[in-house]
């Protein structure tokens, strides 16, 4: 397994880049085709913020944690990926040898999923926590150099901070497929194209329990006027 380590906000450490790697190469033995891993390791607020990626074929396992201890953030993260490749080790192993570019699936590959999440100011919270409120913004157009959304218009207006960002590619799945993948990613949502109605469309985990399906629905035609 290839792996990256980034360190952000903080020094570099051979005994956690030594720790990481030990938590990260254990889903070996449960995944069959573990390609490639990123972990982030970064220092905010005094908290330590463990962000990991691992890269399975056409599937992506990912677990974001934070705590007041940098060896104990990367066990939460890697608690919360082993979790889900143990719910779904079978269906990760019939995948396999099965992966086909959809016949659209160049078409799909021109769209990217920007996924932006601010911190609002204080002055704006609504929390009865005090804790600061973040909102996201997903764009599903193709990123244009320079193009930022009305969110981020806000952040460098001072209104709220970006805290991060993060880049996907769009998949041409079923929906149980793209649950599946929502929740290997330890997710609320996810965007792929429907490989049934061929729409742009997005899964989330609903409040009640289960999940939520949302497409474009096209109106019917018009029927024209007729003249008297």
Do not use: I, N, Q, W
């Given at each position: 397994m290839q792996l990256n380590i980034t360190f952000r906000q903080f020094g570099a450490s051979d005994s956690l880049k030594e720790y990481a790697r030990e938590k990260v190469e254990r889903v070996n033995r449960l995944l069959d085709r573990a390609g490639e891993a990123h972990v982030v390791l970064s220092l905010e607020r005094h908290l330590h913020h463990a962000d990991i990626t691992i890269h399975s074929g056409a599937w992506v396992l990912r677990g974001r944690e934070k705590s007041?201890?940098?060896y104990a953030s990367i066990d939460l993260a890697m608690d919360k990926i082993e979790r889900q490749l143990r719910r779904y080790r079978d269906k990760l192993k019939s995948h396999h040898g099965k992966e086909k570019v959809h016949h659209r699936q160049d078409l799909v590959n021109t769209?990217?999923?920007?996924?932006?999440?601010?911190?609002?100011?204080?002055s704006l919270?609504?929390?009865?926590?005090?804790e600061p409120a973040q909102a996201s913004v997903t764009p599903v157009t193709p990123a244009k150099a320079g193009s930022r959304p009305d969110t981020a218009q806000a952040a460098e207006a001072g209104i709220a901070r970006l805290v991060r960002t993060t880049h996907l590619a769009i998949q041409s799945l079923s929906v149980d497929d793209a649950v599946m993948q929502m929740n290997l990613m330890n997710n609320d949502?996810?965007?792929?194209q429907n490989q049934q109605s061929q729409a742009l469309s997005i899964v989330y985990r609903r409040k009640e329990g289960g999940f939520g399906l949302i497409e474009p629905h096209l109106?019917?035609?018009?029927?024209?006027a007729t003249g008297t």
């Open positions: 007041d201890d940098m769209l990217k999923v920007r996924h932006d999440v601010f911190e609002v100011s204080e919270e609504s929390t009865e926590a005090g949502f996810y965007v792929f109106p019917s035609e018009p029927v024209a």
